[in-house]
């Protein structure tokens, strides 16, 4: 369980907000918070002032040195005190500035900001994104009107500069959802040594997992003393307050899964999947040439490049009709289509090449059903044969009213076929040691790897028939074992 210290010069500072044990001042951390190793630490700098060698700055040059996770951290002092501001418009605030309502040449607005928030709607994007690069609790910024709002000054700030009640209340609310577990009574706090978010999303209309599995790796987590609470992307400046972060929504490296995962990893949180696998799985071209290199088999498999007929040509001679093409960030059997002709070709790779640079051009290859191998942490969890769509060559039919699915066979690994199990622990292998769906197709000639999922499906009913509560003691097993490794 982590524990969660908000640090002040003087009591009084705190006096307009909820009391609470976790506030404390500069002189009680100096002496009597000390890391021992055994729980990890996380310490909001709420000093007065953060001038170099001056309290605040130590505050976070002592925690960093204790091993405690603080905010803001002596890097982000350091880059407000040199980083020049042309360099932070280049960084994706100008086009949010030049979205606010135009003002007269000279015009300066001071604007405070808490966690990212701020009272002004209109300033509320811009007021996150500085706070994603220089994330500090409270900052003060500075706008200038020419031609343009710019950037004046960005600086720290404490909690006596903000301006009566409206914002003393919006920072209060801000840091009680910011960091909630601070809010929790002392004995349900030492129910858990650890803290696990699990990022979901509500809306996804075809989720990892379904609500029963994500109860039921609540409920596995709380066995072995992890306390599993479900985060959305809104959560995503509450990561440090846990010890690991379980990825349950379809991910992609242009995305907020990814960020997720990245921000995480840094925060020293154990993360599954980490940003390393999404990187290597969501890019069809990548994982393709990767499994190509390593031996590991896959169907005939070409690269297309746009405007090169010649290329085209040479697709339809080397893998014959059908055959499959594929953008690079398809998901659950989007953006795959199977092309049985020439003109077919021509026309949907112009159409697919529209959104990438290159496509895959894959051997069409039926099969009743796909293979997946859950594969975790280097090691086959379990089996199951996913059944194409009635009168479909997918185990996945989407059309825009609805998606449909094919049948399922859930099965011990042990009765899988040794080949599909073999194939799919080595691909797994060359992604990672994360949790991984390997799917495979097999017919009486061969045993070939279509692809490999850096968050497989987990629904109750489906992978889970065989194993039952064992499949989601297993993942949160690893959990527990990495999180006990990394405070050691």
Same mark, same amino acid.
């Given at each position: 369980?982590?524990?969660?210290?908000v640090v002040v010069d003087d009591l009084k500072d705190w006096s307009p907000y909820f009391p609470s044990q976790d506030v404390i001042t500069f002189d009680d951390y100096l002496e009597r918070v000390a890391s021992n190793g055994e729980e990890r630490v996380r310490v909001i700098n709420l000093c007065r002032s953060y001038r170099y060698l001056g309290t605040g700055y130590y505050?976070?040059?002592?925690?960093?040195?204790? #091993?405690?996770?603080?905010?803001?951290?002596?890097?982000?002092?350091?880059?407000?005190?040199?980083?020049?501001?042309?360099?932070?418009?280049?960084?994706?605030?100008?086009?949010?500035?030049?979205?606010?309502?135009?003002?007269?040449?000279?015009?300066?607005?001071?604007?405070?900001? %808490?966690? #990212?928030?701020?009272?002004?709607?209109?300033?509320?994007?811009?007021?996150?994104?500085?706070?994603?690069?220089?994330?500090?609790?409270?900052?003060?910024?500075?706008?200038?009107?020419?031609?343009? %709002?710019?950037?004046?000054?960005?600086?720290?700030?404490?909690?006596?500069?903000?301006?009566?009640?409206?914002?003393?209340? #919006?920072?209060?609310?801000?840091?009680?959802?910011?960091?909630?577990?601070?809010?929790?009574?002392?004995?349900?706090?030492?129910?858990?040594?650890? !803290?696990?978010?699990?990022?979901?999303?509500?809306?996804?209309?075809?989720?990892?997992?379904?609500? *029963?599995?994500?109860?039921? /790796?609540?409920?596995?987590?709380?066995?072995?003393?992890?306390?599993?609470?479900?985060?959305?992307?809104?959560?995503?400046?509450?990561?440090?307050?846990?010890? #690991?972060?379980?990825?349950?929504? *379809?991910?992609?490296?242009?995305?907020?899964?990814?960020?997720?995962?990245?921000?995480?990893?840094?925060?020293?949180?154990?993360?599954?999947?980490?940003?390393?696998?999404?990187?290597?799985?969501?890019?069809?071209?990548?994982?393709?040439?990767?499994?190509?290199?390593?031996?590991?088999?896959?169907?005939?498999?070409?690269?297309?490049?746009?405007?090169?007929?010649?290329?085209?040509?040479?697709?339809?001679?080397?893998?014959?009709?059908?055959?499959?093409?594929?953008?690079? !960030?398809?998901?659950?059997?989007?953006?795959?289509?199977?092309?049985?002709? %020439?003109?077919?070709?021509?026309?949907?790779?112009?159409?697919?090449?529209?959104?990438?640079?290159?496509?895959?051009?894959?051997?069409?290859?039926? *099969?009743?059903?796909?293979?997946?191998?859950?594969?975790?942490?280097?090691?086959?969890?379990?089996?199951?044969?996913?059944?194409?769509?009635?009168?479909?060559?997918?185990?996945?039919?989407?059309?825009?009213?609805?998606?449909?699915?094919?049948? /399922?066979?859930?099965?011990?690994?042990?009765?899988?076929?040794?080949?599909?199990?073999?194939?799919? *622990?080595?691909?797994?292998?060359?992604?990672?040691?994360?949790?991984?769906?390997?799917?495979?197709?097999?017919?009486?000639?061969?045993?070939?790897?279509?692809?490999?999922?850096?968050?497989?499906?987990?629904?109750?009913?489906?992978?889970?028939?065989?194993?039952?509560?064992?499949?989601?003691?297993?993942?949160?097993?690893?959990?527990?074992?990495?999180?006990?490794?990394?405070?050691?």
């Open positions: 369980m982590a524990q969660f210290y505050c976070s040059l002592l925690a960093e040195a204790r #091993g405690h996770n603080v905010l803001p951290s002596v890097k982000t002092l350091s880059e407000l005190g040199r980083k020049s501001l042309s360099a932070i418009q280049w960084e994706g605030i100008e086009p949010l500035l030049a979205k606010l309502p135009a003002g007269k040449n000279g015009d300066v607005r001071e604007i405070h900001s %808490w966690f #990212g928030e701020t009272l002004s709607a209109e300033h509320s994007a811009f007021s996150k994104a500085v706070f994603e690069r220089f994330p500090c609790p409270l900052l003060e910024i500075s706008l200038e009107y020419k031609s343009q %709002w710019r950037l004046r000054k960005v600086q720290v700030t404490s909690l006596k500069n903000l301006q009566g009640n409206e914002e003393q209340e #919006g920072f209060a609310a801000t840091f009680e959802a910011f960091s909630s577990k601070m809010w929790r009574k002392p004995k349900a706090r030492k129910r858990f040594r650890y !803290d696990l978010a699990i990022l979901v999303d509500p809306e996804e209309k075809l989720p990892p997992s379904n609500k *029963t599995a994500l109860r039921r /790796f609540v409920k596995a987590a709380e066995s072995l003393g992890i306390s599993a609470e479900m985060i959305t992307r809104k959560d995503y400046l509450r990561l440090p307050e846990y010890d #690991g972060l379980f990825i349950r929504e *379809t991910t992609a490296v242009d995305h907020h899964t990814y960020r997720f995962a990245k921000k995480a990893e840094a925060e020293g949180l154990v993360v599954m999947d980490d940003s390393t696998s999404i990187l290597r799985c969501t890019n069809k071209i990548y994982l393709a040439d990767l499994l190509r290199s390593h031996k590991v088999p896959v169907p005939k498999t070409e690269f297309l490049r746009r405007d090169n007929d010649e290329e085209l040509r040479r697709i339809a001679d080397t893998l014959g009709f059908p055959i499959v093409l594929k953008v690079p !960030d398809g998901a659950f059997s989007r953006g795959v289509v199977k092309v049985e002709n %020439w003109d077919a070709l021509v026309s949907e790779s112009k159409r697919l090449l529209d959104k990438s640079a290159l496509l895959l051009a894959q051997e069409f290859m039926y *099969t009743e059903y796909d293979w997946r191998i859950g594969v975790l942490d280097g090691k086959p969890l379990y089996a199951c044969r996913y059944y194409m769509v009635r009168n479909h060559w997918q185990i996945y039919k989407h059309s825009s009213s609805k998606s449909q699915s094919g049948g /399922f066979d859930t099965m011990p690994t042990y009765e899988a076929p040794k080949k599909v199990i073999d194939a799919a *622990t080595k691909a797994a292998k060359l992604i990672g040691n994360g949790f991984y769906g390997v799917d495979i197709k097999q017919n009486d000639k061969q045993v070939v790897v279509i692809e490999v999922n850096d968050n497989p499906s987990i629904d109750s009913g489906v992978e889970d028939l065989f194993l039952g509560e064992g499949l989601y003691q297993s993942v949160m097993d690893v959990f527990l074992r990495r999180m006990e490794q990394r405070r050691r």
